[in-house]
């Protein structure tokens, strides 16, 4: 099947009926997620995986009691990084120099320019850019599982502060963005599994725009 395909396949699963996801799928997305393209390569965020099913309930009570939770069979944790630091984009770059066989001096430049736009911009502004980094990779994780035939529920709805501490993420430099529960659909309890799929319509969604448009 092609991409497209594909997605309309998927859609934001409502009940999930339990089933392991095999491990050479989870391995697929996960790899998927991991090669997802970022701000200047430097992936601010991680994926936990979570299928403890004692820890997946105390995060349900933390995502507003959402059944996907526990009846998925896996869950993704998106996390970002709380800021930009020196250290952690010099490990980065540094990183990349050594699989390239190239010397770190390389990247010293752009590693600068990047860190004199940042800096100014304060902690809040890095570590909103970092979340919205991680959505690329979450989009990535959702389209994979798609072609795996992989449910998945796309979630905001938790509340971060409550999972961060759960998780016990203080101290390590991330913050919690997202979840993503993987699974399979259980059809007869989901009222969403054969609702039309919808989306904006194509000409109101796209619009070519050139500069003789704008004057």
Known sequence: M??????KWRYATKKMNGTKV???KLDYIL????LSPSSSGLQPYKVLVISDKALLEKIKDIA?????????SHLLVFVAWDKYTNERVSEVFNYTMDQRGLPHSNMDAYKA???SIYEPLGQEWHAHHASKQSYIAFAMAIAA????KVDTTPMEGFLNEKLDELLQLE???YKSTLLLPLGYREDENDWLVNMKKVRTPKEDFITEVSLEDLK
Do not use: F, K, M, Y
Request: hydrophobic share 35%.
């Open 64 to 72: 507003w009691n959402q059944n996907q939770v526990i009846d998925c």
């Open 171 to 173: 101290g390590t430099g």
């Open 2 to 7: 092609s991409l497209i395909d594909d997605l």
């Open 31 to 34: 790899e998927a997620t991991r």
């Open 145 to 148: 599982a798609a072609e795996q």
């Open 22 to 24: 095999p491990q050479e």
């Open 113 to 115: 320019n990047i860190l």
